[in-house]
């Protein structure tokens, strides 16, 4: 079965410091994994997909087969980053099964 | 259209009634999902259909809910003798092709149930 796990509900920091949004996976397959960012009273919005391998709003994240883990990092958090951030994953059956999310709030 | 549209934006109802909400997504997009969002619970997903292929009906929580999608195009969510626990936004998400593209999401239904 397919399951994301984002432990943390809420993660504040100050503006600058370095950010890392967990996210665990449970899937016996290879597994594409997405990050899907929702900002306030916007839409539901792709973030980054780990088979494009890049950096966007100067958030990365690498896929650890090893520690099942798709960790979103960024090294300096500005205010604009607070929002909504959900961890997705999809399997050979397309389905694609989002975590609880974590909301980042960063701090003047 | 220039996204993906639900309707209504908002919809209060009265415990014990019948439900539709609609989804118009981006033409052309061959799939599309629902989910349920609500505090402490993240997207929970309901239901997925992918062209002509049977919808994957595994993440509907009861019997009371149910949805069609006419064409190929629009859909509707049914939910039948709603109940209070029934409140919440859902989502719907269109995609052009399988997963591994970008799913493009409405702006939700905000559904109250009293």
């Known amino acids: 079965a397919q399951r994301v796990t984002q432990p943390e509900k809420l993660l504040s920091v100050f503006k600058g410091a370095p950010v890392e949004l967990k996210c665990n996976y449970s899937?016996?397959?290879?597994?594409?994994l997405f990050w899907y960012v929702q900002y306030s009273r916007q839409r539901l919005q792709l973030l980054l997909r780990?088979?494009s391998r890049e950096s966007i709003k100067g958030f990365t994240a690498d896929l650890n087969k090893g520690e099942t883990s798709f960790h979103l990092k960024k090294p300096f958090a500005q205010e604009e980053d607070s929002a909504m951030y959900y961890c997705?994953?999809?399997?050979?059956?397309?389905?694609?099964?989002f975590g609880t999310g974590t909301r980042l709030q960063v701090f003047p | 259209g220039a996204g993906v549209s639900q309707s209504p934006s908002n919809k209060v109802t009265e415990k014990g009634k019948d439900v539709e909400l609609r989804c118009d997504p981006i033409s052309g997009h061959t799939a599309l999902y629902w989910y349920r969002q609500s505090l402490g619970q993240g997207l929970e997903f309901l239901i997925y259909f992918q062209g002509n292929s049977a919808p994957d009906k595994s993440g509907l929580p009861s019997d009371r809910f149910s949805a069609e999608r006419t064409g190929g195009s629009v859909s509707t969510l049914t939910i039948q003798r709603t109940q209070q626990e029934d409140s919440a936004v859902y989502l719907c998400a269109s995609l052009y092709g399988g997963v591994k593209t970008e799913a493009f999401f409405g702006q939700g239904t905000r559904l109250t149930v009293v």
């Open positions: 780990h088979i």
């Open positions: 899937y016996s397959g290879s597994p594409e």
């Open positions: 997705a994953l999809s399997g050979n059956t397309d389905k694609l099964i």
